[in-house]
């Protein structure tokens, strides 16, 4: 065997070993993002099931839908608090998914109703924020996420346990 046909063989394999890496590289990658994705899913419910958020919920989903600023300062200081609470925590949601850091689908089937009932509770008290203060981005993210629910028809659609009776689980479950 010559110089030269050793030469091609050495750079052909050389070739396919970058080839191989850089696939397996992709292949990490993807890996990686899908776990990411997979622990902001997971610190998305841990957030939801706190003690805070939960009180905050509650004393807000109690409400009247049609709330108005003056409604949430005049429920005292624990009402303002929960509305800042939820205001915030949906906020950060909102970004989180416009950013893709969580998926669309798993915030709309998680809380994508209580995302549009909670504003509908707290838009009114949000809007007035934004001119009082000057702050037209306040709230921002959460608006444009119970939009987007809402554009979906997420209000209209059955729910899970009705439109998902027939699903059974897969070979992964």
Same mark, same amino acid.
């Given at each position: 065997?010559?110089? *030269?046909?050793? @030469?091609?063989?050495?750079?052909?394999?050389?070739? !396919? !070993?970058?080839? !191989?890496?850089?696939?397996?590289?992709?292949?990490?990658?993807?890996?990686? &993002?899908?776990?990411? &994705?997979?622990?902001?899913?997971?610190?998305?419910? =841990? @957030?939801?099931?706190?003690?805070?958020?939960?009180?905050?919920?509650?004393?807000?989903?109690?409400? %009247?839908?049609?709330?108005?600023?003056?409604?949430? $300062?005049?429920?005292?200081?624990?009402?303002?608090?929960?509305?800042?609470?939820?205001?915030? &925590?949906? *906020?950060?949601?909102?970004?989180? $998914?416009?950013?893709?850091?969580?998926?669309?689908?798993? !915030?709309?089937?998680?809380?994508?109703?209580?995302?549009? *009932?909670?504003?509908? &509770?707290?838009?009114?008290?949000? $809007?007035?924020?934004?001119?009082?203060?000057?702050?037209?981005?306040?709230? *921002?993210?959460? =608006?444009?996420?119970?939009?987007?629910?809402?554009?979906?028809?997420?209000?209209?659609?059955? %729910?899970? =346990?009705?439109?998902?009776?027939?699903?059974? %689980?897969?070979?992964?479950?």
């Amino acid at each position: 065997m010559t110089w *030269e046909a050793i @030469s091609a063989i050495s750079t052909a394999f050389t070739a !396919v !070993v970058i080839a !191989v890496t850089a696939l397996l590289g992709i292949y990490q990658l993807a890996q990686l &993002r899908a776990q990411r &994705r997979d622990a902001a899913a997971i610190e998305l419910m =841990h @957030s939801l099931q706190d003690t805070t958020f939960a009180r905050a919920f509650r004393l807000i989903f109690l409400q %009247p839908d049609t709330m108005s600023a003056a409604d949430v $300062v005049a429920g005292g200081p624990e009402l303002e608090e929960a509305a800042m609470i939820l205001a915030f &925590r949906f *906020e950060t949601i909102g970004l989180m $998914v416009y950013r893709g850091t969580i998926s669309f689908q798993l !915030v709309d089937e998680l809380i994508g109703g209580a995302t549009i *009932e909670i504003w509908n &509770r707290l838009s009114g008290w949000v $809007v007035a924020t934004r001119i009082e203060r000057g702050w037209p981005m306040y709230c *921002e993210w959460f =608006h444009w996420l119970a939009e987007r629910f809402a554009a979906r028809g997420r209000l209209d659609r059955p %729910p899970a =346990h009705e439109r998902l009776r027939d699903w059974k %689980p897969g070979r992964d479950a």
